[in-house]
């Protein structure tokens, strides 16, 4: 099946995962809905509605026309924190703060190492150097990208499904016992299945961010009914990845608010 990319690790050239890129066009508008958008499970739009842009960024696209991204309708983002339990991203502060002055919702993502060291240990310095959550409308849940492992060819990290998904288990505890939110889990359908096994015991508690390249989400890993991010390609009319959040803004605003 289509492997999406993913981001690329610090101080390794992009990896070429992706066999199909589809060319997907924004075509959402941003829509008003009284109904909060459920933390873990949002409702399912029909592809094309009530859909608000984003995008994600990493130390890779330097500084970043925030304002001009605001202008051309992206209203959220995610910004690369950290990396294992020493990376941090060197343009992190500048970018994170540019999303926030330019009016856009934005959250702190952490690209989990499972073969570098423990899951709370990664959590812990990603909660130090800028995945923090604060309820102030402004801030999205701390994420967790889990992806094909960069730098060998066992895409799981050396470890089987039952030791992935403690470790998954053990980042996402840390971070909620700490802030009170359950990270975000960015994924693709394929690295869940091989790499977990299927597992299904992360949907009724985290959110999902799916990355699929293709003209739907679907289908989604085991264990969520419907996506709360989707990283439909990695270039288009703003810098970075582009996304959608399945939900209106004023849901968006809700979710942000916990």
């Known amino acids: 099946?289509?492997?999406?990319?993913?981001?690329?690790?610090?101080?390794?050239?992009?990896?070429?995962?992706?066999?199909?890129?589809?060319?997907?066009?924004?075509?959402?508008?941003?829509?008003?809905?009284?109904?909060?958008?459920?933390?873990?499970?949002?409702?399912?739009?029909?592809?094309?509605?009530?859909?608000?842009?984003?995008m994600d960024v990493s130390r890779y696209q330097g500084t970043v026309d925030w304002q001009g991204a605001w202008?051309?309708?992206a209203r959220w983002a995610y910004v690369k924190a950290t990396e294992g339990?020493?990376?941090?991203?060197?343009?992190?502060?500048?970018?994170?703060?540019?999303?926030?002055?330019?009016?856009?919702?934005?959250?702190?993502?952490?690209?989990?190492?499972?073969?570098?060291?423990?899951?709370?240990?990664?959590?812990t310095h990603f909660l130090d150097h800028g995945g923090d959550w604060k309820a102030d409308g402004?801030?999205?849940?701390?994420?967790?990208?889990?992806e094909y492992n960069p730098s060998g060819p066992d895409i799981c990290y050396g470890r089987g499904p039952a030791d992935l998904v403690a470790w998954i288990r053990e980042f996402s505890d840390t971070v909620r016992a700490r802030t009170g939110r359950a990270p975000v889990l960015y994924t693709t359908t394929d690295w869940w299945t091989r790499c977990t096994g299927n597992d299904t015991s992360f949907g009724d508690?985290?959110?999902?961010?799916?990355?699929?390249?293709a003209s739907?989400?679907?289908?989604?890993p085991a264990g969520w009914?419907?996506?709360?991010?989707?990283?439909?390609?990695?270039?288009?009319t703003f810098p970075g990845d582009q996304n959608r959040f399945n939900g209106s803004y004023d849901d968006l605003k809700a979710f942000a608010n916990g």
């Open 138 to 146: 402004g801030t999205l849940p701390p994420a967790l990208d889990l």
């Open 71 to 73: 202008a051309k309708g």
């Open 205 to 213: 508690t985290n959110p999902l961010w799916i990355a699929r390249y």
């Open 216 to 220: 739907t989400p679907d289908p989604l």
């Open 1 to 54: 099946m289509p492997v999406p990319p993913r981001r690329r690790p610090p101080c390794a050239p992009r990896a070429a995962l992706l066999t199909v890129l589809a060319a997907v066009t924004v075509t959402a508008t941003l829509l008003s809905s009284p109904t909060p958008a459920h933390a873990a499970a949002p409702r399912k739009h029909p592809a094309g509605t009530d859909q608000v842009p984003g």
């Open 225 to 236: 009914h419907a996506h709360t991010f989707w990283q439909y390609a990695d270039s288009g």
């Open 85 to 123: 339990t020493t990376f941090e991203s060197p343009t992190f502060p500048a970018q994170f703060q540019g999303a926030h002055d330019a009016g856009m919702i934005r959250g702190a993502y952490h690209f989990a190492r499972p073969d570098t060291s423990g899951a709370a240990q990664q959590a």
